[in-house]
Structures are given as C-alpha cells and as structure tokens.
C-alpha cells in the first residue's frame, strides 16, 4: 500500500519561511519523480515544484520561483520543499505527488500517488 504523508506545515507570518516534507512508503522511491501542488481555497489545485528520480531535473512556478527549493533524499524515502519569503498568497494546503510515467510534470494527472496534505497558512 502506497502511502505517502506530509509534514511542516502551519502558521508563520509574511517573509518566514518554513520546510515541508513528504515521506513515502510501499513504493521503490527512487524510481519515481515528485512533485508539490498546493490548492488554496475555492481555487483548482496548482502545479508547485518537480523533481526527477535523482534531483538532476528541477522545475518550479514561476510564482514560486527563487522562493522556494524542492529536493529529495532517496535514502530517506523523502522529499522536501524548502519555503521561504513566504507571501500571504503561498496560504493553501501543500501536497506531494508520486509518478512513475511519461507525462507533463505539472498536469494533475500525471500522477498516480497523492499525499493527505499539509496547510501551509502566511499571515500578511
């Protein structure tokens, strides 16, 4: 059973930073590529942050871009979004996804495992 569950979420105010983390379990991690969404409420859930089977491909938003830092460790069965500078606008709930597939990497459905998620709420 595919499991994977987010971390480090919570309240911090406008230019703080914060570290999410996603643990993965009942799957070979390291054959898979990551990514991050968020989806803030009343609004669709939005591509963040990719990363590739051993972190030599990154991608970001541009929203996100500079801000933010996405990086994995396979040995820890975990990846990692470093936040920082964060923006009343970052406020939504963060999820981490899984894919072993070809693909756009910032299309939902590109993914096939999908973590709980973890709020992420910057007070202005």
């Known amino acids: 059973q595919v499991q994977l569950v987010e971390s480090g979420g919570g309240l911090v105010q406008a230019g703080g930073s914060l570290r999410l983390s996603c643990a993965a379990s009942?799957?070979?991690?390291?054959?898979?590529?990551m990514g991050w969404f968020r989806q803030a409420p009343g609004k669709e859930r939005e591509f963040v942050a990719y990363?590739?089977?051993?972190?030599?491909?990154?991608y970001y938003a541009d929203s996100v871009k500079g801000r933010f830092t996405i990086s994995r460790d396979n040995a820890k069965n975990t990846v990692y979004l470093q936040m920082n500078s964060l923006k009343a606008e970052d406020t939504a709930a963060y999820y981490c996804?899984?894919?072993?597939?070809?693909?756009?990497?910032?299309?939902?459905?590109?993914?096939?495992?999908w973590g709980q998620g973890t709020q992420v709420t910057v007070s202005s």
């Open positions: 996804a899984a894919r072993d597939r070809v693909g756009s990497y910032y299309y939902i459905q590109s993914y096939d495992y």
């Open positions: 990363i590739s089977r051993k972190g030599g491909i990154i």
């Open positions: 009942g799957l070979t991690f390291s054959s898979y590529t």
